[in-house]
């Protein structure tokens, strides 16, 4: 539903590592049931080339122990609609400087991170779907672990047979998604909505007036 009318042709985008690294990497998101194995016919294709569109990978240092993973994305980010959603949902630092005290008062900021927020935020098939990375690949090659059995019922339900070459495709919303952040807020805010955490009246928004409250949420 976010696919642009008309959008321009897709570019191509490359996986940065070696076919080891990769392979293993694959295996670790399976073992994390954070794969899937799709059938050629089930990614999206470019409408100027016919070519199934698919994103590359990329990994930069995020400390001394550990990398972040980057799906570069921009082959699917071309044919989607920025949705802006979160653009007044977020509480931006410019937020807390409009915020006056008083000499008896204190301000207390509480912050909590959520680990691997993305890697741990799981799409619909739909976007699943969107989420191909790389080239076909043997299907032997990618164990008999989640993915494969996935893919196996997914064949069967459909009638169709368990193709020798597959898509890897990533379950979660990848870091490099245009719409990442969009999708992991709004969902943050309605679940935090619905538990009654926060409402209008005490939800610190971007381009807004802070909330003349005792405890704000953000």
Excluded at 71 to 79: C, L
Excluded at 108 to 130: E, G, I, N, Q, W
Aim: hydrophobic fraction near 40%; aromatic fraction near 6%; glycine fraction near 8%.
């Amino acid at each position: 539903s976010i696919r642009l009318d008309d959008p321009p042709f897709a570019p191509r985008a490359k996986i940065v590592g070696s076919r080891s690294e990769w392979s293993a990497f694959l295996a670790k998101a399976d073992a994390g049931q954070g794969l899937s194995l799709l059938r050629e016919d089930e990614v999206p294709r470019d409408l100027s080339s016919g070519e199934p569109i698919t994103a590359g990978f990329f990994a930069i240092a995020k400390s001394l122990d550990e990398d972040r993973t980057i799906t570069n994305r921009i082959p699917m980010n071309s044919q989607e609609q920025s949705l802006g959603l979160c653009g007044d949902l977020l509480g931006h630092g410019t937020c807390f400087a409009d915020v006056v005290l008083r000499h008896d008062e204190d301000l207390r900021v509480s912050l909590f991170d959520m680990p691997s927020c993305y890697h741990r935020a799981k799409v619909s098939f739909d976007r699943v779907r969107t989420n191909a990375v790389g080239s076909l690949r043997p299907t032997a090659d990618l164990g008999d672990g989640f993915a494969r059995r996935e893919l196996v019922a997914r064949c069967a339900r459909d009638g169709v047979p368990v193709p020798e070459r597959v898509f890897a495709a990533f379950r979660s919303l990848p870091m490099g998604d245009i719409n990442a952040v969009d999708f992991v807020q709004v969902a943050h805010i309605n679940m935090l909505a619905r538990q009654q955490v926060v409402d209008p009246t005490t939800l610190i928004r971007y381009r807004g007036s802070f909330p003349n409250v005792p405890v704000a949420a953000g």
